[in-house]
């Protein structure tokens, strides 16, 4: 079962490369990706356990590694201000086990 007509939105992404010499945070070049993007409030437990307030649920077919920065619609992916970071991703079989969704809280 493919749901990829399901996911309608499109999202910016740009992934951590590593560190540079100094120590400063390295990054990829920016990508983008469907998505289906869902608005709204939610409390969800941290990769560190600690509990964090989302406010919206990203629905990929590609996983967004923590620590990447994000722009979801109407951001302006020239701010890495507007970007968001993942609190958490989840890994999802569709029904029938062929397709892999992730949902990713911002």
Known sequence: MNLAHLLTD???????????????VTWGSQATTPARVEWGTKTVVGLDGTRRESEAAVATDIEIPNGSRVWLPGADTSSVNEAKRPILTKKARVLGGSYILYETYF
């Not at 499109?10 to 400063?24: C, K």
Request: aromatic share 6%; proline share 0%; no cysteine.
């Open 10 to 24: 499109t999202i910016t992404y740009q992934l951590e490369t590593g560190l540079s010499g100094a120590g400063a």
